[in-house]
């Protein structure tokens, strides 16, 4: 059962589409008579829409209509779920262009649609509105007041001293600050939609699932779902922001059906900052005690995050925290804030990137306190079991991790001493931090054709946005069948496959390559029955008989053998408690003039069980690690709260890593198969890559400067104000 | 972006010609900013006229210096050899500037006419007295981190944006204009403004009027300069504050110095007043800290950007220091 070698590294199956243009991407199919859609949005942060005018607009050449809350299509499904919220908030339903009313800022009021792109950009510039202006409220430093704790998350606690953290011989005692943070994927957000008749709607879309997205305009038209058609082959980059299918998209097929053409939207880079979620902005407080040798007795760990009135959205960043360390008494709370703001949504590594750049910076600075090196005192309060289900991991490699990146990193070698080491004039500094996140499983189902030509070929409905599903798949294919790369396809993003769940929370390889792995396995039963084997590389007569794949093909009638195979996860599931984890090290320069932070080398140790695709799990580990770094040192959505508005909502002013930003990215895996999550012995890898790197490098800074900089970014004017 | 008509020229008596009889139109040359500042509706010609096969990218030698046509594109001067040799200081800070996509396109002319990244003013939603006059300052109170520290005022508190030219400022070049009225020269120090009461005036140049080159005169100054630029991210990033270094060191003392700020005001900023000071000492860390809080007299903070109060002469001090450091 399983398999236990090592995987070969694969090239990506599509990186020569990727890379030569071949691959197409929602906006780049061609739909005969397809018209383009605009969006005007709202200047005004909370209120309503006194008066818009659209005369001007209807009336510019190119235009088929403009759809504001005066004249916009009934999405039958939106009105049948009523308006009536249960939120903390006690806030109303956004029901986009559903009325005149404003609950946050750049929310759409129009949709001008026309039979070009520049002319529905023009035209959208001739919508003017006036607005009735309420009061609004976006900041939440100055919400406090309104947390409250979310229905879907409770808090926690264990342990027989509540006050151990208060009354501990060494305490800790300090504050966090993780701001927003934009998806902003290359690719721009958006859909196209047309329909035959009114029931059959067919999309292009760029989404994390393609059922998701299928289930979700079913139900907003009261469709049947197999009516729903959603392609979603290639997707630029989603980091979570695709993982609903958002107002606007449903609008636009609601504008497409009331026009009775095909109509695409592409967001602007604005509007990616407004519509499409957010990690939303949170602040933690931890109250950490510990004896004089460095033993955990208590942690209070709270966190309170902002979400919309309309909505209560909830993330996991005080999960970590009950179970990391071998502490007697935990308590964690999570609390929401409604603001008039659009809704957040996950983004990679959501919850816990966020929990970990708290939890792992208080383990830091509690490790100076109690004279330890921060390695030892992770290892002094490690956890052999979980301590919050109590339950033994089903796969913890840890140690391991500590091990060889510190050795890697040459973290004994280092002065352990703040504001010790130099480099000419730079400040150097070395941190590390611990990321975790669960290691789920879903539901998937796979399709497999084998045809007479001895190809395989295998369909599921998931969505690969850039981490290499399509080359784990083959992979996993190829180690069970044995036949070679090239006569193996896997084929996603698109609804009418066997379904699979929504490409999030580092579970597609678990999910949907356990699917691939039964289907393949079940093939191989099926070519046993026929008498034929997976051979060397080929489909053969089994031992004893004669004729060929294609000898029994014809018999039967066929020109291919198919079988489809639903895979889930087993009792095990209850039994164990499943994480992957990750270890950071970085390696800072400081300069103490500038305050500027650079850094200078990464060693990531990957514990995500025995590691399905090599070359891609690099790779994503690497972009894990660069967003890590964009967390840590440039990203900060800044909203001007008098205005409600973004003061940098683009490229330029939102600061991603560049390629200078970045060195060399070295990764690590322990490479050993996890015995229970599934048949590979994988365990996800997209989330861990990030959790935890912004604390290894604030811990890095203070290293080397002394300064303990608790709200990200870390950018110059913080170390030097520090 | 609204509707606007487009004419290519190809001399500057025509270019001159059809900007005297459009007010709405204006000159295109590398469009990196213009276009952008369109497609924003910040900005709303009814008219281009593309200035870019005018014969003025040419960048020579004169008697007393040298002559960069104003469509010269920012790499082709980055890495021209005449430049390199003689203003080594003007091809660093190009190469701090943008990305090599954008230096490809953007010209000197060009790059002198940008205006302000302030959010404020690209954002039409917002107050802006840059953007429309009277309308207020949203940087004031607001998001005033990128803002200045020197020369703002109660309309406006943006910084201009380019690199090149704090080289220019530096260096002591001198633009020439030509327009209806002939040509003339202005002074590089006098081209760009302060905001005043007439924010919406980025420089001095007159209606009509057409960027024609950029002179330099030569000096002595080539050996010991750096550029440095500090900001948010490792490249393609504004200046949180940048400082152009050139110096000329005989014997240990700074025989002469040129010395000018960026991101700190709605003009590059030229520090006469340490380099008079600077003149005749000893090149040593110590007086470069000297210098640099001589400098700061007349800053001023915004709340924001109160960082650059002390990021300014740290810049300026490590900007000396790796100047006087070269070989």
Same mark, same amino acid.
Do not use: H
């Given at each position: 059962m399983g398999i236990d070698k090592k995987s070969e590294p694969l090239n990506r199956v599509d990186g020569r589409a990727k890379v030569t243009g071949k691959a197409k991407y929602f906006a780049e199919f061609e739909v005969p008579g397809v018209t383009f859609c605009v969006m005007v949005t709202s200047a005004i942060t909370r209120g309503t829409v006194a008066t818009i005018n659209t005369k001007t607009a209807e009336r510019a050449p190119g235009v088929l209509a403009v759809f504001t809350h005066l004249n916009m299509p009934a999405i039958p499904g939106w009105a049948e779920q009523g308006n009536n919220s249960k939120l903390p908030s006690g806030g109303e339903k956004y029901r986009m262009l559903g009325s005149n009313k404003i609950l946050f800022n750049g929310q759409p009021i129009a949709l001008v649609i026309a039979d070009t792109l520049e002319r529905a950009q023009h035209a959208a510039s001739l919508v003017t509105a006036t607005y009735n202006k309420a009061a609004h409220n976006t900041d939440l430093l100055k919400n406090k007041e309104k947390a409250a704790m979310p229905p879907r998350l409770g808090d926690y606690s264990r342990g027989t001293d509540k006050d151990a953290h208060n009354t501990a011989p060494v305490k800790l005692k300090a504050d966090y600050t993780v701001p927003v943070e934009v998806h902003n994927p290359m690719e721009l957000a958006g859909i196209l939609a047309f329909w035959e008749g009114d029931d059959k709607l067919t999309v292009y879309a760029k989404t994390q699932g393609v059922k998701s997205t299928q289930r979700t305009l079913a139900s907003a038209f009261k469709i049947d779902e197999k009516n729903v058609q959603v392609h979603s082959e290639f997707v630029g980059g989603g980091f979570g922001m695709g993982l609903r299918t958002w107002p606007q998209e449903v609008a636009v097929a609601a504008a497409a059906l009331k026009l009775k053409k095909p109509v695409k939207l592409v967001m602007t880079r604005e509007q990616m900052f407004t519509l499409v979620g957010y990690r939303p902005y949170t602040i933690q407080h931890i109250s950490m005690g510990a004896t004089q040798d460095g033993q955990l007795t208590g942690i209070y760990h709270e966190a309170t995050a902002e979400t919309a009135s309309y909505d209560d959205f909830t993330e996991g960043a005080v999960s970590m925290t009950r179970f990391m360390y071998a502490c007697p008494n935990v308590t964690t709370k999570y609390r929401i804030v409604p603001l008039d703001r659009g809704v957040p949504i996950w983004m990679r590594g959501p919850g816990e990137a966020t929990g970990a750049f708290a939890l792992e910076s208080a383990i830091d600075e509690m490790a100076y306190k109690v004279n330890m090196d921060p390695l030892q005192f992770r290892l002094k309060n490690f956890a052999e079991t979980d301590p919050e289900r109590n339950k033994p991991f089903s796969s913890n490699n840890l140690k391991e991790a500590y091990q060889l990146g510190s050795e890697k990193i040459g973290w004994a070698k280092r002065n352990p001493a703040p504001a010790s080491m130099k480099d000419g004039e730079w400040l150097v500094g070395y941190g590390m931090s611990t990321g975790v996140f669960g290691a789920h499983r879903g539901e998937s189902t796979c399709r497999a054709q084998l045809n007479t030509d001895g190809t395989l070929v295998l369909q599921s409905a998931t969505s690969d946005i850039g981490p290499g599903t399509s080359t784990a798949m083959v992979q996993i294919a190829h180690e069970v069948t044995g036949l070679p790369i090239e006569k193996i396809r896997f084929e996603l993003g698109n609804a009418a496959f066997p379904p699979s769940g929504s490409q999030g929370g580092s579970a597609t390889v678990s999910s949907v390559g356990s699917a691939v792995y039964d289907v393949c396995t079940a093939l191989k039963g099926i070519l046993t029955e026929a008498g034929l084997t997976f051979d060397n590389g080929a489909v053969k007569p089994a031992a004893g008989k004669s004729d060929s794949l294609q000898d029994v093909l014809s018999k039967q009638n066929k020109t291919f053998f198919e079988v489809t195979k639903s895979s889930k996860g087993g009792e095990e599931q209850g039994k164990y408690s499943m994480y992957s984890f990750s270890i950071h090290f970085a390696e800072v320069r400081v300069h103490p003039g500038t305050g500027v932070v650079r850094v200078k080398r990464v060693v990531t140790v990957a514990?995500?069980?025995?590691?399905?695709s090599p070359k891609t799990a690099a790779s994503q580990m690497i972009g894990g690690v660069t967003g890590g770094i964009g967390m840590a040192l440039t990203e900060e959505g800044v909203i001007d709260h008098r205005f409600g508005r973004f003061v940098n909502n683009n490229l330029a002013d939102y600061h991603v890593p560049v390629s200078a930003d970045v060195p060399h990215i070295e990764t690590i895996f322990i *490479?050993?198969? *996890?015995?229970?999550?599934?048949p590979m012995g994988s365990k996800g890898m997209g989330e861990i890559a990030l959790i935890g790197f912004s604390a290894a490098v604030a811990n890095a800074v203070y290293h080397a400067t002394g300064k303990r900089i608790r709200e990200l970014p870390i950018t110059p004017d913080k170390v030097l104000s520090a | 972006m609204n509707q606007f008509s487009y004419v290519r020229v190809t001399s500057k008596e025509s270019a001159i010609a059809a900007l005297a009889k459009d007010k709405t139109a204006m000159f295109l040359a590398g469009g990196t900013n213009l276009v952008d500042l369109m497609k924003s509706g910040v900005t709303n010609p009814e008219r281009l006229v593309d200035i870019n096969k005018l014969p003025l990218a040419t960048i020579e030698e004169t008697k007393t210096g040298l002559r960069i046509g104003a469509l010269a594109k920012n790499t082709a001067v980055a890495e021209n050899d005449l430049v390199i040799k003689h203003f080594p200081l003007l091809s660093q800070a190009l190469k701090a500037g943008a990305s090599p996509q954008l230096r490809n396109m953007a010209t000197v002319g060009g790059n002198m006419m940008q205006r302000t990244r302030c959010h404020y003013f690209y954002d039409t939603a917002m107050p802006c007295n840059k953007r429309n006059p009277g309308s207020g300052c949203g940087a004031i109170g607001g998001f005033s981190r990128m803002h200045a520290i020197f020369g703002a005022s109660d309309k406006c508190i943006a910084v201009h944006p380019s690199d090149m030219c704090v080289a220019l400022a530096a260096l002591d070049a001198t633009v020439i204009v030509a327009g209806p009225k002939g040509e003339r020269k202005i002074p590089f120090g006098d081209f760009h403004r302060l905001p005043g009461d007439t924010p919406q005036q980025d420089n001095n140049l007159q209606r009509g009027e057409l960027i024609i080159a950029v002179d330099i005169p030569f000096n002595q100054l080539s050996a010991n300069t750096h550029y440095l630029k500090v900001r948010d991210r490792a490249s393609y990033a504004f200046a949180l504050v940048s400082a152009g270094a050139a110096m000329q060191i005989k014997g240990g003392n700074i025989t002469d110095v040129r010395l000018a700020l960026g991101g700190v005001a709605h003009k590059p900023w030229r520090l006469k007043e340490a380099e008079a000071w600077l003149k005749g000492k000893p090149a040593t860390e110590e007086n470069f800290r000297k210098a640099a809080e001589l400098s700061m007299a007349q800053a001023k903070s915004q709340g924001g950007n109160a960082f650059k109060l002390t990021l300014a002469p740290n810049t300026i001090v490590e900007a000396l220091k790796t100047a006087a450091a070269q070989a």
């Open positions: 514990d995500s069980g025995r590691i399905v *490479d050993k198969p *996890d015995p229970y999550t599934n | -």
